[in-house]
């Protein structure tokens, strides 16, 4: 059985949060909304596009609008989504040196459209076996669905293998999938959520992945 490492996408591999506060402000201006602090619209960030979404609407009281702005939020962000983002510092070489040793792939909350384009603009997609988006199986992280679908289908030895992500939703999906788990200080949750979690490891910089024996 094969070793491999899971990916979170948004806060992990990626600093996504402009243009996603972009595509926020760029919806409200269309429907004739409210535009909230830019400090705020990226503190609302990490919880995924539809809990972005509806977390500003409630803040502007104009929950009516979720469909519209939904709607005109995802064709924009489309069309937008590597405008700003970038890859955190040694992302790409890191990735090239794991491949030699592990089976990579992307387990994302972000719709799997999305994901792939994201991660082809940023020139990283090739070097995962699988993309997984929140829209790719009934259920997303975190349930362990996904997780476990790979796992089964690429044959991976859980004991042997690593999630590597910034969230709550990556540390309960990666223990429920019996997988180790690495949580990355430098993504959009800062150490106040290691009250609720309890990860193997802590990588400051991604390349820290490196040092680690599973």
């Not at 959009?188 to 490196?210: A, G, M, Q, R, V």
Request: charged share 25%; aromatic share 14%.
């Amino acid at each position: 059985m094969d070793s491999a490492i899971f990916f979170d996408l948004d806060g992990t591999l990626v600093d996504s949060k402009k243009d996603l506060e972009k595509a926020v402000v760029s919806t409200a201006l269309k429907l004739k909304l409210e535009i909230l602090d830019k400090e705020y619209i990226l503190s609302l960030v990490g919880n995924g596009i539809y809990r972005l979404i509806n977390d500003y609407l409630v803040s502007i009281n104009a929950t009516d609008y979720y469909e519209q702005f939904l709607k005109i939020f995802l064709s924009y962000y489309y069309e937008h989504i590597c405008d700003n983002s970038y890859l955190y510092n040694n992302v790409k070489p890191t990735l090239q040196l794991l491949t030699k040793q592990y089976k990579l792939f992307v387990v994302s909350n972000k719709l799997e459209k999305f994901s792939k384009k994201l991660l082809n603009e940023l020139e990283i997609e090739n070097f995962f076996e699988e993309i997984i988006g929140g829209d790719s199986f009934e259920n997303k992280k975190p349930d362990p669905q996904p997780i476990l679908n790979l796992i089964k289908k690429y044959k991976i030895n859980p004991h042997s293998s690593l999630f590597v992500g910034d969230s709550e939703n990556d540390y309960f999906a990666a223990r429920a999938s019996n997988l180790k788990m690495g949580w990355v200080s430098f993504g959009y949750k800062n150490e106040s959520i290691l009250k609720k979690i309890t990860p193997d490891f802590i990588f400051d910089k991604f390349e820290y992945i490196l040092n680690i024996t599973l």
